[in-house]
């Protein structure tokens, strides 16, 4: 089961969160603020988290922020006193999605929904791969050896990354392969290849 952080001062409102996403089938955990929030965050990962962009000691991008380089944590902000400004700063900085107070129902059901939609494909493309790595394939490599498995794990290491990396190799050895594959798991990957020789 998927797990929510929800975090808003408003303690009715905070329970109407809490029952449109237990709903939506996440587990769920409120907090009142940045404080108790990141308390919770340090003792479990959560899945997803909703912030209200003003709260009593912070803003919900400064949680944003902290979180924007956390794998698997989705972000939505909402506010009560949006501004195009905190709504832009709140994407650029990696939110899932910026929601306005009072809240549109149907629009964050539809959040959640895709939220846990993506999630549950991301473990199926997980699934696959790690099925496809006992066969010895990765992207368009070939090979089960101890050595290539350790090649797989680095480039699924860096591929989520902004690292640049420098392949070095024998001439045929699969440098091209490995470019390609590190591109095709990353951010990168609807952008053009373009190996040079």
Same mark, same amino acid.
């Given at each position: 089961?998927?797990? %929510?952080?929800?975090?808003?001062?408003?303690?009715?409102?905070?329970?109407?969160?809490?029952?449109?996403?237990?709903?939506?089938?996440?587990?769920?955990?409120?907090?009142?603020?940045?404080?108790?929030?990141?308390?919770?965050? +340090?003792?479990?990962?959560?899945?997803?988290?909703?912030?209200?962009?003003?709260?009593?000691?912070?803003?919900?991008?400064?949680?944003?922020?902290?979180?924007?380089?956390?794998?698997?944590?989705?972000?939505?902000?909402?506010?009560? !006193?949006?501004?195009?400004?905190?709504?832009?700063?709140?994407?650029?900085?990696?939110?899932?999605?910026?929601?306005?107070?009072?809240?549109?129902?149907?629009?964050?059901?539809?959040?959640?929904?895709?939220?846990?939609?993506?999630?549950?494909?991301?473990?199926? !493309?997980?699934?696959?791969?790690?099925?496809?790595?006992?066969?010895?394939?990765?992207?368009?490599?070939?090979?089960?050896?101890?050595?290539?498995?350790?090649?797989?794990?680095?480039?699924?290491?860096?591929?989520?990354?902004? %690292?640049?990396?420098?392949?070095?190799?024998? +001439?045929?050895?699969?440098?091209?392969? !490995? %470019?390609?594959?590190? !591109?095709?798991? +990353?951010?990168?990957?609807?952008?053009?290849?373009?190996?040079?020789?």
């Amino acid at each position: 089961m998927l797990h %929510a952080l929800l975090i808003d001062d408003d303690d009715d409102f905070l329970t109407g969160l809490a029952e449109i996403a237990k709903q939506e089938g996440f587990a769920v955990t409120t907090t009142g603020s940045l404080r108790q929030a990141r308390e919770c965050l +340090s003792r479990a990962p959560a899945d997803i988290v909703i912030v209200d962009l003003a709260l009593p000691d912070g803003d919900g991008i400064e949680l944003l922020q902290e979180l924007k380089d956390t794998p698997g944590t989705d972000v939505i902000i909402i506010s009560g !006193v949006a501004t195009v400004d905190s709504a832009i700063e709140a994407l650029r900085l990696g939110a899932l999605d910026y929601l306005t107070k009072p809240l549109d129902t149907r629009r964050l059901r539809a959040v959640l929904a895709n939220a846990a939609r993506v999630r549950s494909l991301k473990e199926q !493309v997980g699934t696959l791969r790690s099925e496809l790595r006992k066969f010895g394939r990765f992207g368009r490599m070939i090979g089960n050896s101890p050595q290539m498995q350790k090649v797989y794990d680095l480039i699924a290491k860096v591929a989520p990354t902004d %690292a640049t990396v420098l392949i070095t190799g024998e +001439s045929g050895t699969g440098k091209e392969l !490995v %470019a390609q594959a590190i !591109v095709d798991l +990353s951010g990168r990957r609807h952008r053009p290849f373009i190996p040079l020789d």
